[in-house]
């Protein structure tokens, strides 16, 4: 069954910590995705890496890292310099290049207190 | 500086009507654009994707259009049921390969 994990579904952490979010997928996909989303807000690109080792910051990577050390997986951690870490974190895959669709997963919900 | 407006109030239609749900940008030449359908809590779902070149899409009861020269898209639903409540995502392609989405507008579809 082709798909897209993110693990876990909710954390829990507090402030000063740094945290690490798993995204796994089988799709075959060269292209991964990470954005954040705020209540009633929409997607905002934190990093996206279009082929294995390489990884480009996208509108709002201060305070995030990633690797891209297999072409299944694509961890975001977000580090203690993230100003206002709590939100929803989503992560996709696509083929890569243009006019392809991205896959999501079904997000982890980090709070931080 | 590069805009996405999506319709900026939650849309409350009648079951069986036509939704329509707007997708205005200023500032980009997107190749193409995406609608996604998102509900609560959950990543979002593809539905559909219209090249520049397209003028409309279709797919079972949703049509898309796509004016370059007006810069905006319309997401139709036909024949709406409350199962198509959800909030639905525009989402321009601004880089090969890499999208801007909008916030989004949420459908409620009574019975």
């Known amino acids: 069954d082709g798909g897209i994990t993110q693990s876990p579904k909710y954390l829990f952490r507090k402030e000063g910590q740094n945290v690490t979010l798993s995204c796994e997928q089988n799709?075959?996909?060269?292209?991964m995705y990470w954005y954040r989303q705020d209540p009633g807000q929409g997607l905002r690109l934190i990093y996206y890496?279009?082929?294995?080792?390489?990884?480009q910051k996208g509108d709002i990577a201060e305070g995030y890292s990633v690797s891209r050390e297999k072409k299944e997986s694509f961890p975001l951690t977000v580090t203690s310099a993230q100003k206002n870490p709590t939100a929803f974190y989503l992560c996709?895959?696509?083929?890569?290049?243009?006019?392809?669709?991205?896959?999501f997963g079904p997000g982890t919900r980090l709070t931080v207190t | 500086s590069q805009k996405i407006e999506q319709n900026s109030e939650a849309l409350n239609i009648q079951e069986g009507k036509t939704a329509t749900l707007t997708c205005n940008y200023t500032?980009?030449?997107?190749?193409?654009l995406q609608w996604y359908r998102q509900d609560p809590g959950r990543g979002p779902v593809f539905l559909l994707l219209?090249?520049?070149?397209?003028k409309e899409k279709r797919k079972e009861r949703l049509k898309v259009t796509f004016d370059t020269t007006l810069k905006q898209s319309l997401f139709h639903i036909t024949a709406s049921q409350p199962a198509d409540s959800a909030t639905y995502l525009c989402?321009?392609?601004?880089?090969?390969?890499?999208?801007?989405f909008g916030d989004g507008t949420t459908l409620t579809v009574k019975p």
């Open positions: 500032n980009y030449s997107p190749a193409y």
């Open positions: 799709l075959n996909h060269d292209a």
């Open positions: 219209i090249r520049e070149n397209e």
């Open positions: 989402a321009l392609d601004t880089n090969a390969g890499k999208s801007t």
């Open positions: 890496s279009q082929i294995v080792n390489d990884f």
């Open positions: 996709a895959s696509s083929y890569s290049g243009s006019f392809y669709e991205q896959y």
